[in-house]
């Protein structure tokens, strides 16, 4: 019986019998005869200004510079939803996520809907996942399974593979997912079918525990403060609200001061418990230091004498303030440097292998992240560092090396791409669209000139985020509070305040762009199916 399932694979396999000559790709030459591999390599909470193919400003990444520099950088890329698994449902359905019905970390999701994996599977491809998937359920259509349970560790972490639960495996998460990645991508290198990877990282998400290697030295680093690390949020009642300040970091999760230095500190920092009420963020951080083996233990150890004497120096001090931030980007990029290692070893073994000539490299993040511009960590909000998110996307075939594009993408774009790249017929239903024609380097005139975005989760759940929705433009942002309290409107002009910091919406002169993006707004709400 015909099916919605097999459908993709019936008119994959007519389009390759039936078609004419490949079509002449974007590059010197024609595209491949065979269909090209995939691999999808995302972290989490990776922010744009932490990549150096964006801006050296803060690090060094030479090996994800090497997809921009060998394809395209997209430098306008965004989510539809900045929270972990709503942006993780985003991408696999090409779905807003009041559609995928994963709104929030908490809500379900559906595993029996169309997923671009299942469908590159169904079509002939060999299809894997490697890291954090965070979607609690056993996805269909993969042939090889190895997630991360939740958030998964830093240390010695506990895997699933394809529905078994494994006993906790010695090493560091980053370099593990990379050696399960490797041992797939040479399985596949001796066979002839075309293999789809999603090699998806746990890091950079909190609490970010950099690899024992990276230790040495990491406490001597400093990094410049970002202009507005001491927003006062002024005109933003919403952003005055929100619980995500590193002033409020946890002392023991996030600044890693163990009890020998802060005997009395619950490690609770702006916020008291769990949702559960029973576990204190201290609890959970000596938790993760108690998974270290000797062998790591023993590595942390001066590392964390040094932290809890600093400590001791600058609480309650003037200097308070810059040290957690100095702390906090110690770790965060720290962890961004793994990340960048281990991909560099997948670059690497494609390029010994031939395989890199046909296959897409995409590297992207499941959104931005506040690296303490307004005096934050974390995402959520529409403001652009968590808004943004990183997207390189290299393939030789049809990407010129060291190109770029300024069009307004997003995340529910991916899987269109890849299915066309692939010869895979996409549902009409999709909400994205193929970044195929941004290839060339020139956007289509027909391309979208507003992107719609909307965050759902309670404000009484972690970080107090008041729930709103909103439209952004080349140049203006408009964002709509529909959280009870906080209801109102923000507007910025992206051009002349950048930061965001000043709300412009009863400015006289920006009428008319107010009145335009309201329209905006309705008009992408009715096209998007988008309920209340």
Known sequence: MLTFRTLPSLLFLFLLCSCGPAPEGDVAGSTPATRPNIIFIMSDDHAQRAISAYTDELTQTPNLDRIADGGMLFRNSFVTNSICAP???????????????????????????????????????????????????????????????????????????????????????TSLITDYALEELKRNAE??????????????????????????????????????????????????????????????????????????????????????GTKYMAEYFYREIDRLTPAQRAAYAPFLKRVGEEWQSVKGTDEELGWRYQRYMQDYLASVKSVDDNVGRVLDYLEESGLAENTIVIYTSDQGFYLGEHGWYDKRFMYEESHRTPLMVKYPARIAGGTTSDALVMNIDLAPTLLELAGVPAPDELQGESLVPLFG??????????IYYRYYQEMNSFHRVARHEGVRGERYKLIHFTEPGFEGYELFDLQEDPQEMENRIDDPALVAEKERLQTELRELRRELKVTD
């Open 441 to 450: 380097g020139t956007a289509p005139d027909d391309w979208r000139d507003h």
């Open 191 to 276: 066979g002839d079918q075309p293999f789809m990877m999603l090699y998806w990282h746990k890091a950079p998400h909190r609490n970010w525990m950099p690899d024992t290697g990276d230790l040495p030295g990491l406490l001597d680093k400093r990094y410049p403060e970002p202009a507005n690390l001491r927003d006062d949020y002024a005109g933003r009642p919403a952003a005055a609200n929100a619980d995500m300040r590193i002033a409020d970091m946890f002392v023991s999760q996030d600044l890693k001061v163990i009890r020998e230095y802060e005997p009395n500190d619950p490690g609770t920092g702006g916020a008291t418990f769990w949702p559960d």
């Open 87 to 173: 942006s993780r449902a985003a991408i696999l359905t090409s779905k807003y996520s009041h559609l995928n019905g994963k709104i929030d970390n908490l809500s379900p999701f559906d595993p029996n809907q169309w997923t671009f994996p299942e469908a590159l599977h169904d079509a002939g491809y060999r299809t894997s996942l490697f890291g954090k998937h965070h979607l609690t359920y056993v996805p269909h259509g993969l042939d090889e399974y190895r997630a991360l349970i939740g958030q998964g560790d830093y240390y010695n972490p506990t895997f699933i593979h394809n529905g078994d639960t494994l006993a906790p495996e010695e090493g560091y998460t």
